[in-house]
């Protein structure tokens, strides 16, 4: 079935890059998605990537994406104490469907350290 | 414009209760979509309404509902809550403009349901 697996901690110091990887099993996919939580609060979209894309840049944000493993990765330059949170990788949809069920991993909690 | 909101924020519940929960998209989004959040099994998609009909429904038994008003605030009921009901419950607005999977989805501060 579909999966979406992360490791569970990341720590890095500030100013380092943080590198998150994340691997999934559905290949239909359209988009790949980054989100950040915080503490209490909900998600905030990052960035994603549509599934014929190998990479995307965004600021500090790169996205690399590697179909044939079914690998992607997210890369943050310069990471800042502000960064850590829990980041959650997502597949979906098929294509021509809902945005609605977006598959989550389990999140990678990334802490910096001063 | 504001944000996705959810109301109650926080809700404790006993076994054998219902709730409902209550989200508000953003101006002008159309699709809801619930997810439940726990520390073992992450997040989960539960279903999506989009125009007032559940678009898209995931793995959930059928105490767990939703419904979609005109104004496109949804609720979703759980009935006959048992103890791994406890979670935070996150609800995501998009625009549902595209059929191609590009509209972004906000999500709210979800509801942390707690039950006894």
């Known amino acids: 079935g579909e999966d979406v697996e992360q490791s569970l901690f990341l720590s890095v110091r500030e100013g380092d890059s943080s590198v998150i990887n994340c691997t999934y099993t559905d290949s239909s996919s359209t988009y790949l998605y980054w989100y950040k939580q915080e503490p209490g609060a909900g998600l905030q979209l990052l960035t994603y990537i549509f599934s014929n894309m190998d990479m995307k840049q965004d600021q500090r944000l790169t996205v690399l994406l590697n179909k044939k493993d079914k690998h992607l990765s997210l890369r943050i330059a310069d990471t800042q104490t502000g960064d850590s949170a829990i980041y959650f990788c997502a597949e979906g949809p098929m294509y021509g469907g809902s945005q609605g069920n977006l598959i989550f991993g389990k999140g990678t909690k990334l802490s910096v350290k001063p | 414009k504001a944000g996705v909101t959810q109301t109650p924020r926080y809700l404790i519940k006993t076994r054998g209760q219902q709730v409902t929960l209550s989200c508000s998209p953003i101006s002008g989004h159309r699709s809801v979509s619930w997810y439940q959040q726990t520390p073992g099994q992450g997040l989960q998609f539960l279903f999506e309404?989009?125009?007032?009909?559940?678009?898209n429904k995931g793995n959930f038994p059928g105490r767990f509902s939703g419904r979609q008003f005109s104004n496109s605030r949804s609720e979703m009921n759980v009935s006959t809550l048992e103890l791994g009901d406890s979670a935070l419950y996150l609800c995501a607005s998009s625009m549902a403009q595209f059929l191609d999977g590009t509209d972004t989805q906000y999500f709210g501060p979800g509801t942390r349901l707690t039950v006894l």
């Open positions: 309404y989009f125009s007032e009909t559940q678009r």
